[in-house]
Structure formats: C-alpha cells, structure tokens
C-alpha cells in the first residue's frame, strides 16, 4: 500500500445520533470553537435551540432527538467537524460521498458550499422535513445472516411497490438502495400495503423509521419547491474533492455549474430514488481507494457499505465473514469515526 494510502469519505445520514452519541461534539472536539460558534450562531438568528445546547442536553430525547429539524443539525456538525479531524498527512484523500441527507453534508466536505452555507441548507432542510409532509419510511432488509442477498426478492418487491403505487390512494416509491436493503418511501395506505404483503425476509423484520418524511420520493413535492425558492445557486461552487451523487454521477473539481448542482440537490436529490449502493460501487471503481473512511457520528452505515462491496465481489469480499475477517487484519478497509478503536486510525 502506498505509504499515503487513498480514501473514501463517506457522510452518513439521518438516524445515526442516536443515545451513545448524545454529547459527541464536547467529547470529541473540544477544539472546534470556531465552527461551533458559526453553527450556534445561525440557529440562534432563527430562534432554534443551538447545536451545543442539544449536543450538551443532559439526556437524550428518542421524541426530540430524532425530529428533522434537530437531528439534520446534530449529524451535519458531527460529520463536519470529524472531516476536519482527519489526519491528510496519513491519508490522501481522493473522493467524498454520502448517503441522503449526508448529500449534504458532502457538499460542504467537499468545499462545493461554504461551511455557514452548508449548515444554513442542512438546517432549512431539517425545519422542511419537519413540516408535515404526508407519510414516511419502512426498512426491509434483503439479505441474511452473511449478507447474502436472497434470489429473486429484492424485484419481487420492487414489482409490489409498482403495483400498490398504482391503486387507488396508494402511494410508494423506492427511497434508498442502502446496500442489502431497501427504504421505501409512501403515504400511509401505500406504507401500510407493503407492511401486509411483503414476504418473509431472511433477516430483520421490515423496520418503520421514527420521525422520517417520504424523502426521495414525488411526495416530497413541497419540499422541494421551498428549497428551490429559498437557497439559491449562487451558494454554490466548483468542489476541490470530486463528489459521488445518489445516482452515482461524479462531480469533479472545476467541472460543475452552479445552477445545475442547486437543481440536482434541490430538486433530483429531493423527489427520485438515493442509490447509495451505487455511489458507494461507483467510487470504489472510479477511485480504487485503499480506505473508506466513514464519519460519525454512528457507525450504522458500516454494514450497508460492506453490503455495496460484497455485492460487486470488491477485492474478493463475498460474505460478511470475510468482509470482518479483512477488518480486524492489518488492513482494515472501513475506518469508521463513530468507533473509538478506528478512530485513532484515523485522526492519529
């Protein structure tokens, strides 16, 4: 390996500042003043509780923790302030992506936003999901023990989703390819059809996600208009790291137009299908890196990433067995910021 090894940043999306996390920002950089202060500031201007004032609650709140409008700033401060924590000394850093609302995150990562601008979509973002609109998420896994994808099930049920969209009142679409698993997006008749009539899944039961809107999907029309109304493309820029879509398009240094990023961020992004799996795929094709490094807080996308990688036979990893026995080798693959003992590998 080379002695700068390159690497893969991955921003990870809602639901992963859960109870362990509360406080991660005071336990894990005291040193980051400077961006705290910009953060607080900006949800202060908006009459919002501050970033520091819900890092430093004294408990955490499943009923407040988790709404879109707190948990979108949380995760977004987290993230950023653990991209500013690696160590570019130990690690070349070649491409940078993130699964749904870690898109966001990856904008200001990436330098495509300035970090007062970033935080002020993340917190716009968070306040619109928040806002009402009809409906929400369900979970199913595809794969078992191993993530070993089961034949067949992952179009038997995409086939269903096409069929309920169609009914009278019923509303689901496909929101996320997460690894070996689906997240479908639907109003609450379409919700509730898939829960009736999906299969038998070999791994977990499908899982309603908490405080979740229909993200990704036609339902988030309003959204969508709003962002476009309120954030404009003059916030927007050439990044200086090639950024990795929810279609897997790359976005390269000195490639891109301002408008037409607003466009897909704000209006792409927000209605069509995350396909995370591929933009993990495509930036371990494009970029052969030697790591990922994935940012806190959380570490929960860890195994939708190694799903990705097992899923196109990534270096020969076919099972979660070998995916964990390349992990505690010499030459561990996945560096995730959100677990004390690879984090050190990390910043140094």
């Known amino acids: 390996m080379a002695e700068r090894p390159a690497a893969l940043v991955v921003c990870p999306g809602r639901g992963t500042y859960g109870k362990n996390e509360l406080g991660y920002l005071k336990r894990l950089h005291p040193d980051k003043a400077k961006l705290l202060?910009?953060?607080?500031?900006i949800?202060?201007?908006?009459?919002?509780?501050?970033?520091?004032?819900?890092?430093?609650?004294?408990?955490?709140?499943?009923?407040?923790?988790?709404?879109?409008d707190i948990a979108s700033p949380l995760i977004f401060t987290a993230s950023y302030a653990d991209f500013l924590a690696i160590d570019r000394s130990r690690h070349d850093l070649v491409a940078i992506t993130g699964n749904s609302m870690g898109w966001y995150t990856t904008l200001a990562c990436a330098g495509a936003v300035g970090l007062a601008h970033g935080f002020s979509i993340i917190d716009a973002m968070g306040q619109n999901s928040q806002a009402g609109e009809p409906g929400g998420q369900v979970l199913l896994s595809l794969v078992d023990e191993q993530w070993q994808e089961a034949e067949g099930l992952r179009e038997t049920l995409l086939t269903l989703a096409g069929e309920i969209n169609g009914r009278s009142g019923a509303q689901l679409y496909l929101s996320i390819a997460l690894g070996g698993m689906l997240v479908f997006a639907g109003n609450e008749a379409g919700l509730g059809a898939l829960l009736a009539q999906a299969p038998p899944?070999?791994?977990?039961?499908?899982?309603?996600?908490?405080?979740?809107?229909?993200?990704h999907s036609p339902l988030m029309q309003g959204s969508s208009e709003r962002a476009m109304a309120q954030l404009p493309p003059t916030w927007f820029g050439s990044p200086e790291l090639p950024m990795i879509?929810?279609?897997?398009?790359?976005?390269r240094p000195f490639a891109v137009d301002a408008a037409t990023l607003q466009h897909y961020t704000f209006v792409t992004q927000i209605l069509e299908t995350y396909d995370f799996t591929r933009a993990i795929q495509v930036a371990m094709r494009e970029y052969a890196p030697d790591r990922i490094i994935l940012l806190g807080p959380g570490d929960t996308l860890g195994g939708a990433i190694a799903q990705?990688?097992?899923?196109?036979?990534?270096?020969?990893?076919?099972?979660?067995?070998?995916?964990?026995?390349?992990?505690?080798?010499?030459?561990?693959?996945?560096?995730?910021?959100?677990?004390?003992?690879?984090?050190?590998?990390?910043?140094?």
């Open 37 to 41: 202060a910009t953060v607080d500031r």
């Open 245 to 251: 879509d929810g279609r897997g398009t790359i976005w």
């Open 201 to 215: 899944l070999p791994g977990r039961e499908p899982l309603r996600l908490v405080n979740h809107g229909p993200f």
């Open 308 to 348: 990705a990688l097992i899923a196109i036979e990534w270096q020969g990893i076919r099972s979660k067995q070998d995916f964990q026995d390349m992990q505690t080798g010499d030459d561990p693959i996945l560096l995730s910021m959100g677990r004390e003992d690879q984090r050190a590998l990390v910043t140094g």
């Open 43 to 68: 949800r202060a201007e908006r009459g919002e509780p501050t970033v520091s004032e819900l890092d430093g609650a004294e408990r955490y709140s499943p009923a407040l923790h988790t709404r879109g």
